[in-house]
Every structure is written in structure tokens, then in C-alpha cells.
């Protein structure tokens, strides 16, 4: 009931308060209105290659479906070692452990507030010691917006102040075969809202990639299928719709409540990502025969999907954009032009394309920026 990881996750009565809450003990909270959360960056940064390791047959970077599978895949695969330069790292905390005691100032609306925190439960996805530092990891299988502090901020107060070591709090998150870390420092470590991003890479999984002239291929074989009657999507980070299969591919079943409240998704865009992949075949809405709940699941397409390997599931995708006349004719343009196309081109392509139930000016300049984003997520796949 007291865990909110994203700003999207606090209940109603908190965000027309501007009210967070925070635990001091076992039991025991503090509710004011506190500044907990922190917004990702959203910088574009090359992504490196890295090789795994061939000898391993109990771990597959192919079949990441946990937090806990990720940083092993992270750690074996020598992630850890280039993002910290730590050259000698050994996994030596984690899990569940009390925090001892401490104190910090937070910032709320009246100024400075402090928290005083005793024997509060810390919990640790993955802390790694070099010889000149210890990197405490905060682990995520899907993409978010932005997340709680306290996350990074407790096991950091909690270690630094037992230890001579330097501690990096790091969040790593792990989706479609990207491994993106974020190092931050807490300037004043008496400061809850002192931290600041000092270092971020991403990393994948070496494999052959695909050229503009496969891509020219790709388009060129593509048959355009008919529109399906389903909304036109309004979803235009693609990088989402694919996090979401992959958490449906963990899943059999899961509702479109347990979606909202479980992963940064507030109920508009459950409904715009989850209604996104079902306008690629991929997942199907209904009701859970069980409980009687609506919700998702993968789509047999959906499933055989994720049984290819990375490469060729991004060219998969990138086949089942194209297939939409809308887009295939805005990437055509793309091509032709070397540039992503305007919106008012796009949306005369839109109009072509006998999109279903779309009427206005309006929605169609909305939608326009759909096929933006999918067309980028496309191009972003091109090896250079």
C-alpha cells in the first residue's frame, strides 16, 4: 500500500495533495509534501557491443525475463566491469537488510524537512565491490519515466556510512536486449534531492545488425495489409510497446489494472500501448476467465515473436510497422529524402491510407507523431 516506484503509481489523494510518503522504521512512515521522485534523462547515446560469454548454458541474454537474470547477464557478460572501471568486481550484497539508522533533509513546499529513519527495510537488487568502489544496483525490466529516490538513497546512506569505499548507486534497466546504466551522486549526502546523473551508457548484446540497404529490402517485401479496424495508434515511444509484449511474454495473463499499477503506465496510456500492439497482431484485450478482469495477452504472432533471436525479432518488428500503408509510405519518403518527413506530409499519407474511424484534422495531426516515433525506433535499428 506505501510502495509507489513512479509518480504515475501515487494514488489520486496524494497527487491532488502534492503529497509523498516515505518510510522511517518497519512500520512507521512520514507523509508530507516531499519532492521523491526523479525524471530519467532522455538523451540519445550510442549504444556499445559487448560480447557474452559462449561456454554458458544456464544463461541466456536472449531470454532475459527478470531483474535478477539481467544483472547476472550484466555482470558475466563483463557490463559491470566497463561501466564502473572496475576491473577486479564481485557481487557481495543484496536482497533484504535493515538500514540502521540515519538521518536527511528533503525538500517539500515549506523548505527543508528531516527525516529521521531507524531500522527501515532496504532491499538491494545487486551490490558489486571493486578494489576503489562499492556499486549499489537498482535493477528494472521495464522502461519508466522516472523513479523513487529512495531507491538509490537508502542503501547508499546505509552503506556509506559503513564502509571507506567510495558507493555508486546505479540504475540499471534492461529491455529488448539493451542494457542502459545510470551512475548518480548525491553531492550532499545529507540531501535526499542532492543527486545528479554522472555517467550513463547502453549496452547490447553483439549481433549482426541490418544496413539501410536491408532495410530498403525489407520495405520493398513487405506486403501492405488491409487496416485492421482498431484504433490508429496513439503510442509513440515504440520502445514501450515492445517492453510491454516483453512483460505479457513473462505473463500469461495480465490486467490492464495490474499494468497501471505495477509499471510507469497511468490507465490513458495502458490503453493507447496495449491497443498499439494490438494494431500490430500482436497482443489481444480481453477478460480474465477466472476474476472477470480486462486485460492482456500475447497473440500466438506475439508469442512466436519473442522466440527469435534479438536481431531478427527487430527486423520482425520493423516488418510489421511497414506493413501499415501509412507507414511504409512515410518511411519511403524517409529514405528518398534522408529526413524524417513533416507532419502535414505525413498526415496527407494518412489520409491515403483509409486509416479506421479517423475524421478530424486534429486527430490525424495527434496520430501524426506516432508514425514519427515508430519511423525513428526504425532507423535507430540501422547499423551505421
Request: net charge negative; hydrophobic share 35%; charged share 25%.
Amino acid at each position: 500500500m506505501t510502495k509507489f516506484d513512479h509518480r504515475s503509481q501515487v494514488p489520486k489523494l496524494f497527487s491532488d495533495n502534492n503529497l509523498s510518503i516515505l518510510p522511517t522504521s518497519r512500520g512507521g512512515y512520514v507523509i508530507g509534501s516531499f519532492e521523491t521522485f526523479y525524471d530519467f534523462n532522455t538523451d540519445e547515446i550510442e549504444i556499445s557491443p559487448i560480447e557474452f560469454p559462449t561456454f554458458l548454458e544456464s544463461l541466456d541474454y536472449r531470454d532475459i525475463t527478470s531483474e535478477a537474470t539481467a544483472l547476472n547477464c550484466a555482470f558475466v557478460s563483463r557490463i559491470l566491469h566497463h561501466f564502473t572501471e572496475e576491473e577486479n568486481l564481485l557481487p557481495t550484497v543484496s536482497g533484504r537488510m535493515s538500514s540502521s539508522s540515519f538521518n536527511f533533509d528533503i525538500n517539500s513546499l515549506k523548505g527543508l524537512f528531516k527525516v529521521k529513519v531507524s531500522n527501515s527495510q532496504v532491499e538491494i537488487d545487486g551490490g558489486y565491490e571493486g578494489d576503489f568502489s562499492l556499486n549499489l544496483i537498482e535493477a528494472k525490466n521495464y522502461i519508466s519515466d522516472d523513479f523513487l529516490v529512495r531507491q538509490l538513497y537508502y542503501p547508499f546512506k546505509l552503506w556509506n556510512e559503513k564502509i571507506r569505499k567510495k558507493v555508486r548507486p546505479i540504475f540499471l534497466t534492461y529491455t529488448n536486449g539493451i542494457f542502459h546504466l545510470r551512475e548518480y551522486e548525491f553531492e550532499n549526502i545529507d540531501l535526499y534531492n542532492s543527486l545528479v546523473l554522472v555517467k550513463h551508457k547502453k549496452y547490447v548484446v553483439q549481433e549482426s545488425g541490418f544496413n539501410l540497404e536491408r532495410l530498403d529490402e525489407i520495405l520493398n517485401r513487405t506486403r501492405t495489409i488491409k487496416e485492421p479496424e482498431v484504433p490508429f495508434p496513439q503510442a509513440n515511444n515504440f520502445d514501450r510497446v515492445i517492453n510491454l509484449c516483453e512483460l505479457l511474454n513473462q505473463k500469461v495473463f495480465i490486467s490492464k489494472e495490474e499494468i497501471t499499477q505495477n509499471y510507469d503506465f497511468d490507465k490513458r496510456q495502458t490503453d493507447y500501448y496495449s491497443n498499439a500492439g494490438k494494431y500490430l497482431g500482436l497482443i489481444e484485450v480481453g477478460r480474465d476467465l477466472y476474476n472477470g478482469q480486462i486485460g492482456c495477452y500475447l497473440t500466438r504472432k506475439g508469442k512466436q515473436l519473442f522466440n527469435l533471436s534479438l536481431i531478427d525479432r527487430q527486423k520482425e518488428f520493423a516488418k510489421l510497422i511497414i506493413s501499415h500503408s501509412a507507414f511504409k509510405n512515410s518511411l519511403k519518403l524517409y529514405l528518398e529524402n534522408g529526413e524524417i518527413p513533416e507532419k502535414e506530409v505525413i498526415v496527407e499519407i494518412m489520409k491515403r491510407s483509409k486509416l479506421y474511424n479517423i475524421d478530424s484534422d486534429s486527430t490525424f495531426l495527434r496520430r501524426s507523431s506516432t508514425i514519427i516515433g515508430w519511423l525513428n525506433w526504425i532507423i535507430s535499428q540501422i547499423d551505421e
